[in-house]
């Protein structure tokens, strides 16, 4: 019974509220992560990121691609941290006071990855859409499917699902790649 009556307080406050999307918007609407990488934006499915913290201390682990940061413990859980620029285009990214740590939790997986910079939850109205951008380097296809062109910018959908099936990502000692 009072499970009822808090449902119907959050109906009558959503009726309330006069920023609301009405169902009809609702339909027509596209939210992700948002991020910025290599002078680049990204958005990336809500249920593909679990977590955005601060870029943890990390152990080194050796014998692995530079790219990789190390492992940091998580509230008891080990995360492994890897530089996204860097394992991309072959160059680290510089340090900057704006870089956030993706949490991907995939299957087994548990992953962060750096980027330069995180901006919340974007929404997209699906008509602004396209299935293919040509402007986008070829590396980054690769893990990007169409994009959204939303305030003259065009924010490519980063798939991490695709990333955690890429070998050379999974496979980060040196010897196998």
Not at 15 to 34: C, F, L, P, T
Not at 95 to 108: E, N
Not at 130 to 149: A, I, M, P, R, V
Request: net charge positive.
């Amino acid at each position: 019974m009072a499970a009822n009556g808090f449902i119907e307080l959050l109906r009558l406050s959503k009726r309330g509220n006069q920023n609301y999307v009405d169902k009809e918007s609702e339909v027509n609407r596209w939210s992700g992560i948002a991020f910025e990488m290599m002078g680049q934006y990204f958005v990336a499915p809500l249920g593909e990121v679990t977590e955005v913290i601060y870029p943890p201390k990390c152990t080194s682990v050796p014998n692995v691609q530079n790219w990789v940061k190390g492992l940091a413990n998580i509230r008891g859980r080990l995360l492994s941290v890897s530089d996204l620029t860097h394992f991309i285009s072959g160059q680290r990214s510089q340090f900057t006071p704006t870089q956030k740590v993706l949490c991907i939790s995939h299957h087994d997986h548990y992953v962060g990855l750096i980027v330069d910079q995180v901006l919340g939850i974007q929404h997209f109205n699906k008509k602004g859409f396209f299935s293919e951008n040509n402007n986008l380097e070829k590396k980054l296809q690769t893990y990007c499917q169409g994009y959204f062109q939303q305030h003259n910018r065009a924010w490519n959908i980063f798939l991490f699902s695709q990333l955690l099936k890429d070998p050379k990502y999974m496979n980060a000692s040196e010897k196998f790649i």
